[in-house]
């Protein structure tokens, strides 16, 4: 048992690997990443829109466009939260 144990432990660090993560990091930012928070940042831009509007006149429609608005941007958030 302590031969099998040693000999699990030979440290060959497999210098085969190739694996290129800097690859694999950059496509993450670039299909992942980005898209959410860009989508965050036009949610946030739309919401500001809708409550601006909403301020500056009053009405049942601004309050529940602002409302919409202000699910989308909430959901923008959540997506954007998960790579935080």
């Not at 930012?29 to 006149?57: G, H, M, Y």
């Not at 989308?72 to 997506?79: F, G, I, R």
Request: glycine share 2%; aromatic share 10%.
């Amino acid at each position: 048992l302590i031969l099998v144990m040693l000999s699990a432990c030979g440290g060959d660090d497999n210098p085969s690997d190739t694996f290129d993560r800097t690859a694999m990091l950059t496509a993450y930012a670039e299909k992942l990443i980005r898209p959410t928070f860009t989508a965050l940042t036009t949610a946030n831009d739309e919401l500001l829109t809708a409550v601006d509007q909403f301020v500056s006149a009053p009405s049942e429609a601004n309050l529940d466009i602002a409302q919409q608005k202000w699910t989308v941007a909430y959901l923008a958030w959540q997506h954007v939260n998960s790579y935080n």
